[in-house]
């Protein structure tokens, strides 16, 4: 069902879709990655031609940094009709400014007089009028009366009005959209509603802004006038409402947490207001509020909604605690056909389990800290979705938990050219990628805390990412070292592998049992045009033994064909590859060959793995079976050490060696060589 729903409305929304399937979706059924993909897809399927400005136009936007965001809009939601006016405060760069550059839509040259479009009125810098705007398309410069100094603070004002571009009547998508009605448990009910979704870089059809990664304005705020009895939902705190003559009513929302420019959102309708708290683990409590459609919808969806707070201390006891605590977290509904993590407010459809999690995940991966470039989007949605996983693992049972897993890396497998890194950003189809960006995303993301070997190290990891680019933007580079600083080793050949590269590996394993030694003979291949050709990674194999019991132990795959001897107690029975299903690898073979240990004397010495390498004070020896004497021996070929090691603490003293590299040795009880490998002490 899953690979049929993903061909048959990949790029057509959820109101093509039979009713029975529609309402298996809404009922909360839905992949929430693909609901999430969706959502993007729906406003932004034709814009690959629209990506943004011109590179000289970004030059000069590169000009000046935002620091603060101020809507104040004229609404309603009905209409995707808009006036008003935005405030753009700047910190000029190095060199003075003559001309503020940003971006608004306009419709294209030679387009009807009826056609969507947005004028802008005037533009207001530092207190005088400027005396001219040009604009380009959705380029707009604004001439100043007097230049800025290098170095200055400015303040510019954009009045504008007109109506935001639709993307069932251009080729520019949705940024900001109107319905008529939304759809609960398979039937349609009449209602009105606005809102926006401005990813990948469609902000600039409903409001002035440099739509650049890298620039978070420091704060924002965002004030909207409709008519009663609308609610505006949008991002931070509700400073306060405002009653206005003529049964209108103005909400003022205001965020004092940097922002990226597509994060801000609105959403208009006439809301039933539904607010429960969350308890963090430091003791705080984070009010959650919810925007739903009418009484009958809470109802219907309340269980869904009191999941987040269970959810949002989850996530914070896992990673770091909630980033906007001191605003909120919440929900506005819209029938986008998935779910936006527009900041402390997402925008969503409905409230099943996973797309819950998932967007609230981005809370941390995307708005806290955001991809600084459209190629490392993973970083924002494969995070996003392993929190489905995270939240599953937490509160869902195994069996689900498994089969979560196992169809990530199924779709993952069913693009073998693909990659995780987006070769081309003006693609938003690609950007937005189900199988790549989000399902194998999600599966790299699980071979990063199979490399860790440990819980506490992986979300130790992600817990200093948090924190060291909190409130900025980060590429993949920048997760990399710090995986590489937790597990002390180069982490090149995994991202090559797994970024960058396409492609899975395939494991045909042979075995015999000769005594107490298990031979594995493993050949790697890999899917037809994989790049690399040889995947460089550890392997789980569980041996069943005859009288029913089973043991896992961990390898180290460093070649194409490698054979590995394993010392056993006991009559095996079955050897099992990857039995948890920590790898997207490609099924292969496993078979007994009773000539193995003939073919393959090599093995009798098999590699150790052990972390972390480059060592410091000590190294730690993964799935030790037994208690053991490590032999460590110089590069003079000199012993420089000998110590007991044991099973249940399978731990090298390091500290007292000379910087340098050393073979490591262990021997059994009874002086059998069990395994050896290299490593290097900083």
């Known amino acids: 069902?899953?690979?049929?729903?993903?061909?048959?409305?990949?790029?057509?929304?959820?109101?093509?879709?039979?009713?029975?399937?529609?309402a298996q979706l809404l009922a909360g059924g839905e992949d929430a990655a693909l609901a999430c993909r969706q959502a993007r897809l729906s406003q932004a399927a034709r814009s690959a031609a629209t990506t943004g400005a011109s590179v000289r136009h970004r030059l000069k936007m590169d000009r000046y940094d935002v620091k603060w965001y101020k809507l104040d809009l004229a609404l309603e939601n009905n209409s995707r009709a808009l006036a008003g006016s935005a405030l753009l405060l700047v910190r000029v760069g190095a060199q003075p400014l003559d001309s503020l550059a940003f971006e608004l839509y306009q419709a294209p040259v030679g387009a009807a007089p009826s056609a969507a479009t947005l004028t802008i009125d005037s533009v207001v810098v530092g207190g005088q009028r400027s005396p001219g705007v040009l604009r380009r398309g959705q380029e707009a410069t604004a001439a100043l009366a007097q230049p800025a100094p290098a170095g200055s603070q400015l303040a510019a004002r954009i009045y504008y009005h007109g109506t935001a571009p639709n993307g069932n009547t251009s080729a520019i998508g949705n940024a900001f959209n109107t319905a008529t009605s939304y759809r609960r448990a398979g039937v349609d009910y009449p209602y009105n509603v606005t809102w926006s979704l401005s990813e990948p870089f469609s902000a600039h059809e409903w409001f002035p802004c440099k739509q650049v990664l890298t620039d978070k304005a420091d704060s924002?705020?965002?004030s909207v006038t409709t008519t009663l009895p609308n609610k505006v939902g949008s991002n931070g705190v509700l400073r306060r409402t405002v009653p206005l003559p003529g049964n209108k009513v103005r909400y003022e929302w205001s965020s004092r947490h940097p922002i990226a420019y597509y994060l801000i959102s609105v959403a208009v309708a006439p809301y039933v207001e539904y607010t429960t708290a969350a308890s963090l683990p430091d003791g705080s409590r984070v009010p959650v509020v919810n925007y739903v459609y009418d009484q009958a919808s809470l109802a219907y969806y309340q269980g869904g909604i009191d999941q987040t707070g269970r959810l949002l201390g989850n996530f914070s006891q896992l990673v770091d605690n909630y980033h906007f605590a001191d605003e909120k977290y919440g929900h506005s509904m819209a029938p986008i056909g998935g779910g936006m993590e527009h900041q402390t407010m997402t925008t969503l459809q409905d409230f099943g389990f996973t797309l819950v999690a998932h967007e609230l995940f981005h809370q941390w991966f995307g708005d806290n800290v955001t991809c600084a470039s459209w190629h490392d989007i993973w970083l924002n949605e494969a995070f996003a979705s392993y929190g489905e996983y995270l939240?599953?693992?937490?509160?869902?049972?195994?069996t689900n938990v498994r089969a979560w897993m196992d169809d990530a890396q199924a779709?993952?497998?069913?693009?073998?050219?693909?990659?995780?890194?987006?070769?081309?950003?003006?693609?938003?189809?690609r950007i937005f990628s189900y199988n790549l960006t989000y399902k194998k995303g999600a599966a790299v993301v699980h071979l990063l805390r199979y490399l860790c070997h440990d819980d506490v190290r992986f979300f130790r990891v992600l817990r200093t990412y948090q924190r060291q680019y909190g409130n900025s933007t980060a590429r993949t580079a920048d997760l990399q070292r710090l995986f590489e600083t937790e597990l002390g080793q180069s982490l090149d050949y995994f991202f090559a592998q797994w970024y960058r590269g396409n492609g899975y590996p395939i494991f045909n394993v042979r075995w015999n049992q000769v005594g107490n030694a298990l031979f594995l003979q493993v050949n790697e291949g890999v899917t037809n045009g994989a790049t690399p050709a040889f995947f460089q990674t550890e392997v789980d194999y569980q041996l069943t033994f005859q009288d029913g019991n089973t043991r896992s132990v961990r390898l180290s795959q460093a070649q194409a064909s490698q054979g590995f001897s394993v010392p056993v107690s006991g009559t095996v029975a079955a050897v099992a590859v990857d039995p948890a299903g920590w790898l997207p690898d490609q099924p292969g073979t496993v078979q007994r060959d009773n000539a193995l240990v003939l073919a393959a004397p090599a093995a009798s010495v098999p590699a150790l793995s052990f972390f972390p390498n480059p060592a410091r004070s000590q190294l730690t020896i993964a799935d030790l079976p037994a208690s053991a004497t490590a032999e460590i021996i110089d590069a003079t070929g000199r012993v420089v050490g000998r110590q007991p090691v044991l099973a249940a603490r399978p731990q090298v003293a390091t500290q007292a060696l000379a910087p340098g590299l050393y073979l490591l040795r262990l021997f059994s009880a009874e002086g059998a060589?069990?395994?050896?490998g290299r490593f290097t002490k900083e």
């Not at 779709?411 to 189809?429: C, H, Q």
């Open 673 to 676: 060589v069990v395994g050896q």
């Open 220 to 222: 924002s705020a965002v």
């Open 1 to 22: 069902m899953r690979l049929t729903l993903r061909t048959s409305f990949l790029l057509l929304g959820l109101a093509w879709l039979p009713l029975a399937l529609r």
């Open 411 to 429: 779709r993952a497998r069913l693009e073998p050219a693909g990659t995780v890194y987006v070769p081309d950003t003006t693609n938003v189809s």
């Open 391 to 398: 939240s599953m693992q937490a509160f869902d049972t195994p």
